[in-house]
């Protein structure tokens, strides 16, 4: 089989119902159910289904949806569970692929038999991952505009998009003005937002203490900062002049488009997302290191390690194709790594530093990491020969998290890189290559 383009890692806000996306199969017909972004459901009535290609049901869907020819190249059909995410290359039939789901599971996910056993993807519309951004400033039709909303709404909602408190007041906003109407002064606005907070923010926002020491929390500056901050910044969101029903159409047209301006200053925006594990410093007497499970985005632009372990998720590390040389290992009787390279700082001497990360959704050919087409791509990918790696790589400059803190150590230099690690044997590199290790460059504290 030619396998599935897209990413293979933690599920966003598509997960919220273990669902199927064939409702019935006879011998020639089946009713097809395709999910959009915000969990409504869109069937289609099909003939001869295993056959039936995902660029048709594709056209199948924008037809019912009467979306415009953007759509085409906007979004991608995926197969997602909670346990995979796979975005469908156009000639791939996605009944087939979800018959071979449990093997798909056991190459690429560590997940336990009786999981792979009970797991059932559903088929979705959604962003498709190699569209640019720049390309989403070209759309009016609002439509398409209101579900690339909804998908990043739901991938911030969900802290998939980790984003600071202000960022979330400002989008949270946005969302108030869609679902609630223009804010009206003396309205008991800040009522309506307390109950329905998870609605515009994050969960690690919505929470609000309770009892005695809750009252000492209170008298902090952070004491209900979200929720002051969100209605602040409902007050400020801008209107349109215009009262009529296509004005109002076209306000909520641009408060999308608004939306998705601010999340295209996240450098995640749009990201292939995928999970992985980095290697844990060496700790105590006994020096025991380990693992720490992070999730990694692969976008256009470039690579961000995310560590999800505790609310809020924070960016551990963030690269552009610019700032990184990269390679993959996956001996076969070995893990599967993405090594990525990037210039650091030791003690005040320029090094360039190397970042392990562990999963088996970068094995061989099914990771794609390149300033052309990032992200993971289909199992159908040419296999690429070791001494093809040089060639793939771009020369690395600096280190940075685009603006999200990255930990101690990682300090924008910009040395000569005379040498790189892809060109020298793993049991040889030795000298300034030095293996990035949390306490001295990722985590923090």
């Not at 190249?73 to 156009?90: G, Y």
Request: glycine share 8%; charged share 25%; hydrophobic share 35%.
């Amino acid at each position: 089989m030619d396998g599935p383009e897209g990413n293979a890692g933690q599920p966003g806000p598509a997960e919220r119902s273990h669902r199927s996306s064939v409702s019935s199969v006879g011998a020639r017909a089946a009713d097809v159910l395709v999910y959009l972004a915000d969990d409504t459901v869109v069937p289609l009535a099909v003939e001869n289904l295993p056959s039936l290609s995902a660029h048709e049901l594709h056209r199948a869907v924008r037809e019912v949806l009467q979306l415009p020819d953007i759509a085409l190249d906007a979004f991608a059909l995926w197969l997602v569970s909670p346990l995979l995410e796979v975005q469908l290359k156009p000639k791939h039939q996605p009944y087939k692929v979800g018959r071979q789901w449990p093997e798909l599971l056991l190459r690429f996910t560590d997940a336990p038999d009786d999981d792979v056993a009970m797991d059932e993807p559903s088929l979705q519309f959604r962003r498709n991952v190699f569209f640019p951004k720049r390309r989403e400033l070209q759309i009016h039709d609002a439509e398409v505009l209101r579900l690339l909303y909804e998908e990043a709404k739901g991938n911030v909602l969900t802290a998939r998009y980790p984003c600071d408190v202000e960022d979330c007041e400002v989008l949270g906003a946005l969302v108030c003005r869609v679902q609630l109407g223009p804010y009206q002064p003396g309205q008991p606005a800040a009522c309506t937002l307390r109950e329905k907070l998870d609605s515009f923010l994050p969960a690690h926002l919505c929470k609000r203490g309770h009892g005695f020491f809750a009252a000492f929390r209170g008298r902090s500056a952070k004491s209900g900062t979200g929720e002051q901050g969100l209605l602040n910044a409902y007050r400020q969101v801008k209107e349109a002049v215009s009262s009529s029903d296509s004005g109002q159409e076209a306000a909520l047209a641009s408060h999308y488009r608004a939306y998705l301006l601010k999340c295209h200053e996240l450098p995640f925006y749009g990201c292939a997302f995928f999970h992985g594990e980095i290697d844990k410093p060496a700790q105590g007497f006994l020096h025991r290191g380990g693992r720490k499970s992070v999730t990694v985005a692969i976008s256009l632009e470039g690579v961000h390690v995310i560590d999800t372990s505790l609310p809020p998720p924070h960016v551990l590390l963030g690269l552009s194709f610019q700032e990184l040389s990269w390679d993959h290992t996956s001996p076969e009787e070995e893990e599967p790594v993405l090594w990525l390279e990037f210039d650091g700082d030791s003690e005040g001497v320029p090094v360039n530093k190397l970042l392990r990360i562990y999963s088996k959704q970068v094995s061989g050919e099914h990771v794609v990491v390149s300033p052309r087409r990032p992200g993971f791509s289909s199992c159908s990918s040419p296999h690429r020969q070791p001494s093809q790696a040089a060639q793939t790589r771009l020369p690395g400059a600096s280190a940075r998290a685009s603006g999200f803190p990255v930990g101690r150590g990682i300090k924008r230099v910009k040395p000569r890189r005379t040498t790189s690690f892809f060109s020298r044997q793993l049991s040889t590199s030795q000298g300034s290559y030095t293996v990035v290790q949390p306490t001295d460059s990722l985590e923090q504290g």
